[in-house]
């Protein structure tokens, strides 16, 4: 890995990339993802992952935001990525991760002769300011078009460094995370730095299979640490798929992504005995994990804050600190959160305050043993008359019902109301609800004003973004077409 690694990077030098130039890394999971990234680490370049199969019109937006002087691409992206820097009037070098006629690819890079002593002698430019930008990330983009989160080497170093509860050290790794997000960039330093052996599967192919054959995945390669969004456990207890495929290996299970219930994390513990559920709670702006449980953490919370880290919970309205209990905006101060949105002074402002303290936008709690728990996006609320409903506290009850296997509920507009709830549902295969037993449901469990107004729509499959996470967005464009 070290010399191929290093390879990549003599070559990278010889075509002229210099310390602070950006590398666009535009690729799903195979054995050399690592290469370019490394390489570009090694030469001080600004890495600046990307999606590995995108449209024209996402490639020209990858390329506006970052301006890369290279992008390392999947084949299959090339014809798009090369309009779109015909368009973006940028003069890019390209290099093709598999075979193209008339590229450069990886493949060339690795097969060049070099002297081994170039390889024995090599030195990795010097970073002097570790505040100084390592890559750029995309934020995850469900509430728009994604922006470039700029991360320093002290974040990058921060989010390698194992932590106690949720470390891989010697485990063996099932990785489904693409580098385009933060988690998938860092987890693959970390594995490497924890000795841990990774079993590597597409994002394509991730994406084609049902919840069982990554069970079976699990069961058949002895995998020992699995990291996942909320809709992975919610699978394996609605559709019973641990008689088939118990995943005995497994020790740890970590979660991330969204509220995770006292309920369901009660109930998925009592069914895997040998494995430790641990919900966590982070996101890219900050740097990555902000806050995990540990071994005496109560169900349902995100655990205690990490090392290096404070929060304070706010009220919305007058910014005050809030005490114990008390819901309000998270927010998060440490020298590992980003720098700022590249290119976007106006939306960095409205994120870091003058005190350096990001403001999340994300609804929670801690308790007087200093648990954080996680009741949802200020985005995600839904304005009743003056009323702010959670999306989750619905959809939480909702799922209470054994046919239902996910719900997202999403404000409709309304003229005098403002906005009126609506559910969408998901439901087990093989089983049957309807929309008078939901509502009485959500009618017998919440106060009046959280009664889906709105209306209740079943859907085949929930619409979600490339992490797992539900594409509010897209729902929520469905059912103002739906009202309409």
């Given at each position: 890995m070290r010399e191929r690694s290093i390879k990549c990077a003599l070559w990278l030098r010889k075509n002229g990339i210099q310390k602070g130039d950006k590398i666009g890394i535009w690729t799903d999971?195979?054995?050399?993802?690592?290469?370019?990234?490394?390489?570009?680490?090694?030469?001080?370049?600004?890495?600046?992952?990307?999606?590995?199969?995108?449209?024209?019109?996402?490639?020209?937006?990858?390329?506006?935001?970052?301006?890369?002087?290279?992008?390392?691409?999947?084949?299959?992206?090339?014809?798009?990525?090369?309009?779109?820097?015909?368009?973006?009037?940028?003069?890019?070098?390209?290099?093709?991760?598999?075979?193209?006629?008339?590229?450069?690819?990886?493949?060339?890079?690795?097969?060049?002769?070099?002297?081994?002593?170039?390889?024995?002698?090599?030195?990795?430019?010097?970073?002097?300011?570790?505040?100084?930008?390592?890559?750029?990330?995309?934020?995850?983009?469900?509430?728009?078009?994604?922006?470039?989160?700029?991360?320093?080497?002290?974040?990058?170093?921060?989010?390698?460094?194992?932590?106690?509860?949720?470390?891989?050290?010697?485990?063996?790794?099932?990785?489904?995370?693409?580098?385009?997000?933060?988690?998938?960039?860092?987890?693959?330093?970390?594995?490497?730095?924890?000795?841990?052996?990774?079993?590597?599967?597409?994002?394509?192919?991730?994406?084609?299979?049902?919840?069982?054959?990554?069970?079976?995945?699990?069961?058949?390669?002895?995998?020992?640490?699995?990291?996942?969004?909320?809709?992975?456990?919610?699978r394996l207890l609605k559709y019973n798929i641990l008689q088939e495929y118990p995943m005995s290996s497994l020790k740890k299970l970590v979660i991330t992504g969204g509220p995770f219930t006292k309920k369901t994390q009660e109930a998925i513990a009592k069914m895997m005995p040998h494995t430790q559920i641990l919900n966590c709670y982070g996101l890219t702006d900050a740097g990555g994990l902000c806050a995990s449980q540990a071994k005496n953490s109560k169900p349902g919370s995100c655990g205690f804050v990490t090392k290096g880290i404070q929060i304070k919970v706010i009220d919305e309205k007058t910014d005050k600190a809030l005490g114990p209990n008390k819901s309000g905006e998270l927010c998060i101060k440490s020298e590992f959160i980003m720098k700022g949105y590249h290119k976007n002074l106006e939306e960095t402002k409205n994120a870091i305050d003058s005190n350096g303290w990001l403001h999340t936008k994300d609804i929670a709690y801690y308790d007087e043993a200093g648990e954080i728990y996680f009741i949802s996006r200020i985005s995600d609320f839904i304005n009743y008359n003056g009323c702010k409903i959670s999306p989750t506290a619905i959809e939480g009850i909702l799922e209470i019902h054994p046919s239902v296997f996910n719900a997202a509920v999403v404000p409709v507009p309304h003229e005098t109301d403002i906005e009126h709830p609506m559910a969408f549902i998901e439901k087990v295969i093989g089983k049957e609800v309807t929309e008078e037993e939901l509502h009485n449901l959500v009618d017998n469990h919440l106060p009046n004003y959280y009664k889906l107004r709105g209306g209740i729509k079943f859907i085949n499959k929930l619409p979600r973004v490339s992490t797992g996470k539900i594409d509010r967005k897209q729902l929520k464009l469905l059912a103002k077409n739906n009202v309409n």
């Open positions: 999971n195979h054995i050399d993802t690592y290469i370019p990234v490394f390489a570009s680490l090694y030469v001080a370049a600004v890495i600046c992952p990307w999606d590995y199969e995108v449209s024209k019109g996402t490639a020209r937006y990858g390329l506006s935001l970052t301006s890369p002087k290279m992008v390392f691409v999947d084949a299959k992206s090339v014809e798009n990525l090369m309009e779109a820097a015909k368009e973006e009037n940028l003069e890019v070098k390209v290099v093709v991760i598999g075979n193209l006629p008339g590229f450069v690819s990886l493949t060339d890079i690795l097969q060049d002769q070099v002297v081994q002593s170039e390889i024995d002698e090599f030195r990795c430019t010097t970073v002097n300011n570790p505040h100084d930008t390592a890559m750029i990330c995309p934020s995850s983009g469900t509430t728009g078009m994604p922006k470039g989160t700029e991360l320093s080497y002290v974040s990058l170093y921060n989010s390698i460094t194992p932590i106690e509860e949720v470390n891989m050290i010697n485990e063996v790794l099932l990785s489904i995370s693409t580098i385009r997000w933060h988690c998938g960039l860092c987890l693959m330093f970390e594995l490497i730095m924890s000795n841990a052996k990774c079993v590597i599967i597409p994002d394509e192919y991730f994406q084609e299979k049902e919840t069982a054959e990554i069970c079976k995945i699990i069961q058949d390669y002895k995998v020992t640490w699995f990291g996942c969004d909320i809709s992975f456990p919610s």
